[in-house]
């Protein structure tokens, strides 16, 4: 049973910093992409960053330059560090795994981060 677990989120001022962290459990994690999306209320979810099995990087351009994706095998987890965030960075971060045999892949809950003086 595959399992993605967020943390991380919160409510941070303008020009502040967080770090999202995603636990994966039930998959072979070193040999995963990993993925962070995001969702704002009446918006589409988007992708903001993902990372390959080998490291390689990719981001919104919304995101680059702010956002830092990384993964420490180890511990199973993907992170997301967020810096100079903007009140558009405001909504549910989501950790995804994507899967050929699952359509979307696999989710996990969802963290809110919210950006406001």
């Known amino acids: 049973q595959v399992q993605l677990v967020e943390s991380g989120g919160g409510l941070v001022q303008p020009g502040g910093s967080l770090r999202l962290a995603c636990a994966a459990s039930?998959?072979?994690?070193?040999?995963?992409?990993m993925a962070w999306y995001r969702q704002a209320p009446g918006k589409q979810r988007e992708l903001v960053a993902a990372?390959?099995?080998?490291?390689?990087?990719n981001y919104a351009n919304s995101v680059r330059g702010r956002f830092t994706i990384s993964r420490d095998n180890a511990k199973s987890t993907v992170y997301l560090q967020m810096d100079n965030l903007k009140p558009g960075d405001t909504a549910v971060y989501y950790c995804?795994?994507?899967?050929?045999?699952?359509?979307?892949?696999?989710w996990g809950q969802g963290t809110q981060v919210t950006v406001s003086s």
């Open positions: 039930g998959i072979t994690f070193s040999i995963s992409a």
């Open positions: 995804n795994r994507p899967s050929v045999s699952r359509p979307g892949g696999y």
């Open positions: 990372i390959t099995s080998g490291g390689t990087t």
